[in-house]
């Protein structure tokens, strides 16, 4: 079956730099979550879409900000990168419109690095 | 807001033996009780959920039981194999529609063959 999938998997950047991170729901999935882990962490909400709208937001700095395509990608960005920005990113992916499922799918993340 | 917490921080078993993990959850309006297992550099991969209108649900070696009443909800492995060697994070929903997680802080089980 299909997974999530997130691109790309490792990223390094300097501090101040800008990043972007993809994120491929699984097909027919119309809601898309962001959630960041820090090391030893667990995973905390960024925000997230429903078909193209934003459906809540969470602890996400200004300088991230995120959308999603018509497609139903979302991608994640992130300027004025900082060191305490360093963590894994998760991309969940969710069928909202059509039942009541609840479940969250994850994909296998993106480990950012910022030096 | 919602505050979920999570115990053991670590839990460590010989193969063969069960483990439990314990949740507690703060918002009565909680409905949706996922448990996600993540191996390491990998994502969260959910291996058991309940719904607040079920007070258990078991999917073979794996169980969960939610008492709605104490606002607390556990997983239950059987028969532990090293492969279930793993960190362990209890979640709850709030919120109607689009439902964000709040996870536990996390359980690292350890199975010694």
Known sequence: AAGVIQSPRHLI??????????????????????????PGQDPQ???SFYEKMQSDKGSIPDRFSAQ???DYHSELNM????????????????????TIADTQYF????????? | GENVEQHPSTLS??????????????DSASNYFPWYKQELGKGPQ???????????????????????????????????QPEDSAVYFCAAT?????????????TRLLVSP
Request: net charge positive; aromatic share 10%; with cysteine.
């Open chain 2, 94 to 106: 709030i919120g109607t529609g689009f439902q964000k997680l709040v996870f536990g802080t996390g």
């Open chain 2, 46 to 80: 959910l291996i058991i959920d309940i719904r607040s209108n079920v007070g258990e649900k078991k999917d073979q070696r794996i169980a969960v039981t939610l008492n709605k009443t104490a606002k607390h909800f556990s997983l239950h492995i059987t028969e532990t």
């Open chain 1, 45 to 47: 909400f960024l925000i």
């Open chain 1, 68 to 70: 999603q395509f018509s």
């Open chain 1, 13 to 38: 950047k300097e501090k101040r730099e800008t990043a972007t991170l993809k994120c491929y729901p699984i097909p027919r999935h119309d809601t898309v979550y962001w959630y960041q882990q820090g």
């Open chain 2, 13 to 26: 078993v010989q193969e063969g033996d069960s483990a439990v993990i314990k949740c507690t959850y703060s």
């Open chain 1, 107 to 115: 994909g296998p993340g993106t480990r950012l690095t910022v030096l």
């Open chain 1, 79 to 98: 300027s004025s990168l900082e060191l305490g920005d360093s963590a894994l990113y998760f991309c969940a992916s969710r069928l909202t419109r059509e």
